[in-house]
């Protein structure tokens, strides 16, 4: 018989994710936990998939799906800010079910494997990196009693040692993966919504075509997918989509890669696909801006239905650019922000404060270069020193930081450079905001906006009462 496996994630409420904007956050499903769940069913196993955090639930509701599910196997995942809750959902699997393996996967997991079998030692296996073959041999592996160690990818603790069994390597054809299995979720697509601005038509989802970044940003963890882009071909995207609205009634896709756009040639097979089989749909990517330079690309884009690109814009000071690794100019940034503007795609910039040598005067300068930008939107984050990337290790050199990973969400300040505080650092992201959107261009947009899709009004309305 097929071992029973359960995917799940532990509940992370809206509320201790956005805060005071959890009533226009996102709640799209967990890719990892799709990805996994496809490639484990694909090889002949019984997979349940409960998506805990997307859909709000409490530590209780899962129990009661495991208890009904009786799983072999029990597979966790997890990032930075909700790794403490994860433990805590596996301890109390634990106090039920002692003899059932739990296995914890995802990025805070690979940047810290040691540190959290040491500390949470309720889960019995880790994997490192990608999952879906690692899973799909861990299971294969228990279910015949051979050694865990004879898995690439996969860690352990027993009686106080750490085992790591041999780095496995990444998946380099990305298209022999499976679709992720949106069919395993209850009530897809209709109970899982991006946050209000960031679709454009309902139903909507997300999807990543592409893994891994060339880039070197220092407050970027790529400990998951490496420093080294893999794509999945345009044919097996369109696919994917035609997929999504044949079976799902899809309007809207998001494109989660970190980099779409730098390869023109496959964006042109995506966008030209999209049009012959006349899929009707809106869509939205990243990308950097110093990919941006071919006006006909963006209006190849916008005819095939992108309608919003998001541009990791960062900071409005040279020089804070430059110590983020972020290998783009001033000059590039608008550039692309206006060729965009130009073409009628609208554009998201994201920002942070507080990287070292951060002062007011820089935040300032970024809030002053921000306006005089056509951009649509903007999110300011916070420099959170996620374990994996670059800043976490050098942080304590440039400002204090509080290592409390149940904070460590962008939006709180947990760092803090030389020089300023975390109240100044408040203060001038509230001024950004204030600044932004108060401004006759942006309160017309958004007017426009809301005639596109009056569906939305009620969420319009809760965002608004945010400002």
């Not at 983020?324 to 608008?334: M, P």
Request: net charge positive; aromatic share 12%; glycine share 6%.
């Amino acid at each position: 018989m097929a071992p029973s496996i359960f995917l799940t994630n532990a509940p992370y409420s809206l509320k201790e994710r956005y805060g005071k904007l959890s009533p226009i956050g996102s709640n799209l499903p967990s890719l990892g936990l799709l990805m996994l769940a496809a490639s484990l069913k694909k090889a002949g196993n019984k997979v349940r998939v409960i998506d805990a955090s997307a859909q709000n639930l409490r530590y209780e509701r899962v129990i009661q799906e495991i208890k009904k599910f009786k799983p072999d196997l029990i597979g966790i995942s997890a990032v930075t800010p909700s790794i403490v809750k994860t433990a805590k959902l596996a301890k109390m699997i634990k106090n039920i079910y002692p003899s059932i393996p739990i296995v914890i996967g995802g990025a805070h997991f690979t940047a810290l494997p040691e540190k959290t079998l040491l500390d949470f030692p309720y889960f019995d296996y880790g994997i490192i990196g990608e999952g879906e073959e690692t899973i799909v041999e861990l299971v294969e592996t228990l279910s015949a009693n051979r050694n865990p160690l004879e898995v690439d990818g996969v860690a352990f603790c027993k009686d106080g040692k750490i085992y790591l069994g041999q780095k496995r390597d990444v998946i380099e054809n990305l298209d022999s993966l499976p679709f992720p299995a949106w069919e395993l979720l209850e009530g897809f697509p209709y109970r899982y919504n991006p946050a209000i601005f960031k679709y454009k038509k309902l139903p909507s989802t997300h999807i990543v075509s592409a893994r891994g970044c060339p880039n070197k940003c220092i407050f970027c963890d790529n400990s998951v997918f490496g420093n080294s882009i893999r794509f999945h071909s345009a044919e097996y995207v369109v696919e994917m989509v035609k997929y999504l609205v044949k079976n799902f009634k899809i309007k809207d896709i998001i494109f989660e890669d970190d980099q779409f756009l730098i390869n023109k040639e496959r964006i042109e097979k995506i966008c030209t696909g999209f049009l012959k089989y006349k899929l009707n749909i809106s869509w939205s990517c990243s990308g950097r801006v110093n990919s941006i330079n071919d006006i006909s690309l963006l209006k190849l884009m916008k005819k095939s239905g992108c309608w919003l690109i998001n541009y990791g814009i960062e900071s409005g000071n040279q020089k804070i650019l430059d110590f983020a690794k972020k290998s783009i100019t001033l000059s590039q940034i608008e550039k692309a922000v206006q060729l965009t503007h130009k073409v009628g795609i609208l554009s998201k910039g994201y920002f942070i404060f507080g990287f070292p040598g951060e002062t007011e005067k820089t935040m300032k300068n970024t809030i002053k270069f921000a306006k005089k930008l056509p951009l649509s939107d903007i999110s300011i984050f916070m420099l959170t020193p996620f374990p994996g990337s670059e800043i976490y290790n050098i942080a304590k050199n440039y400002g204090e930081i509080e290592e409390n990973f149940e904070k460590m969400n962008i939006l709180n300040v947990v760092y803090v450079p030389k020089g300023l505080s975390k109240k100044i650092l408040i203060k001038y992201q509230k001024q950004f905001v204030i600044k932004f959107y108060f401004r006759i261009y942006i309160i017309i947009n958004y007017f426009k906006r809301f005639l596109i899709n009056p569906k939305n009004v009620f969420r319009i309305l809760k965002s608004l009462l945010f400002f």
